[in-house]
């Protein structure tokens, strides 16, 4: 982490006043004390902008899209596809058409792990994944190893949480086909150097998938630039509604993959001796989409973009070193994930007291943290624990609440230690 002199915070408290202001759920209380929610890695909370998009949607425009020629359905999928525009400026993306709307990151990393996976993977093939991993990118792969009899290959990890990169190169080899790989780590906040690992990848002409889960709200994120083959995020973590996620692939490869789902709206013709898959993006959009939810995913995209991702990034930022050098304070705690480059992530144990129990004591004060493996199970074993406590910072934290949480955690060494 650069802890160079930044203590200041990067935009100034009324600005993240104002922030805060556009979302309900920050004025309400839990246990009768204000909500202190320091859970966004789990999920963020969402703006009044993605709220009332998704209102407006079914009050005046609910309609299915690329169906009908009346007015609502016409009206709902010109707005579902400019969020297909949205996101496409969003990543950078060449294309609209690279855009896949699927339920989440989970359903991207299967669609590709079935699609591209199953399709080009043969008996002894290798995938590479991190020991960073979030279940959602080692299963997907597993699966894909037992239908076709390929393998996982593991990058290990150093203690501070990050990837170690001389092992990763070792780990190619003639029957190298897949990369997969956290851009950030769910469970320590670890900023994965994506770019440098893609190239690798490239020079060994294996392509790459990020899952960009924990990037897409906190890191810039141009899959040009990256130059990475696939992406895959959630809209539920970038303040925008659950049950929508997006694959970005490259067009090339999109094309020369088979669909994941059968159904409609990804034919062009059908018979009962032959079907015509749809052009992109369609071939991957089988069956009715969460219309609602990508429109307020492309609200959540304005909202973000007025703010601006880098005075989002530096706040955040700033809160992170502000909260781990005060964390670092508190006796018997050890911090898991002390990477140089984090998100606003802390992931720690406490002595004697287990995460389950510092959840429970610091939500009756009205704060809430994950606790337990975050999905990240291999990751817990690595740091031979098994569970961790995490908060995780998002726009519209505030330093006082930082302090909340330390004084809650002060709280809980106090009742362990009497
Ligand atoms: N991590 C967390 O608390 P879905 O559920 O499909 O929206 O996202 C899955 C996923 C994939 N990769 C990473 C890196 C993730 O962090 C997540 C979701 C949440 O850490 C819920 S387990």
Redesign the pocket.
């Known amino acids: 982490m650069n802890m160079q002199g930044e203590l200041q915070l990067g935009a100034d408290e009324l600005a993240v006043q104002r922030w805060r202001a556009d979302f309900p759920i920050l004025q309400t209380c839990v246990h009768g004390k204000p909500l202190v929610y320091l859970d966004n890695?789990?999920t963020t909370q969402k703006p009044l902008a993605v709220i009332e998009a998704e209102d407006r949607y079914y009050r005046h425009d609910n309609s299915n899209v690329h169906r009908g020629v009346h007015s609502l359905s016409q009206r709902a999928t010109d707005a579902f596809e400019a969020a297909r525009v949205k996101v496409q400026r969003l990543l950078n993306a060449a294309s609209p058409n690279e855009i896949v709307f699927v339920r989440?990151?989970?359903?991207a990393i299967n669609l590709v792990a079935q699609s591209y996976g199953r399709s080009r993977l043969r008996e002894g093939d290798e995938i590479i994944v991190s020991g960073l991993e979030?279940h959602?990118?080692i299963v997907p792969w597993q699966m894909l190893c037992q239908q076709v009899g390929a393998k996982l290959r593991v990058i290990p990890v150093n203690d501070a949480g990050e990837l170690k990169l001389e092992a990763y190169e070792r780990l190619f080899g003639p029957h190298t086909r897949m990369v997969a790989l956290?851009h950030v780590s769910?469970a320590l906040g670890t900023v994965v150097p994506v770019k440098a690992m893609t190239d690798i990848a490239h020079a060994h002409d294996v392509p790459v998938l990020l899952?960009g889960?924990?990037a897409i709200a906190h890191v810039p994120v141009d899959v040009q630039a990256l130059d990475c083959d696939f992406y895959a995020f959630?809209s539920?973590?970038l303040y925008g509604p659950m049950g929508v996620?997006v694959l970005y692939g490259k067009a090339e490869l999109l094309n020369a993959m088979p669909p994941y789902q059968g159904g409609g709206d990804m034919i062009r013709s059908v018979s009962f001796e032959h079907t015509e898959y749809n052009v992109l993006p369609f071939k991957f959009e089988a069956g009715t989409p969460n219309v609602a939810g990508v429109i307020g995913l492309g609200a959540a995209i304005d909202y973000l973009s007025a703010i601006g991702f880098e005075a989002i990034a530096a706040h955040e930022h700033a809160l992170l070193v502000y909260a781990t050098r005060a964390v670092e304070q508190i006796p018997g705690l050890r911090l898991i994930g002390t990477a140089h480059d984090k998100t606003g992530i802390l992931s720690f144990v406490l002595k004697d007291a287990h995460a389950h129990d510092v959840g429970t004591i610091l939500d009756h004060q009205g704060i809430a943290i994950?606790t337990g493996h975050?999905?990240a199970m291999p990751l817990m074993e690595r740091f031979g624990v098994p569970a961790t406590a995490r908060a995780s910072f998002a726009l519209y934290n505030t330093r006082r609440e930082a302090d909340a949480l330390v004084a809650g955690l002060e709280k809980v060494v106090e009742l362990f230690n009497t």
């Open positions: 890695a789990a989440g990151t989970t359903e979030h959602s990118n956290a769910n899952d889960a924990q959630s539920h973590k996620g994950r975050h999905c």
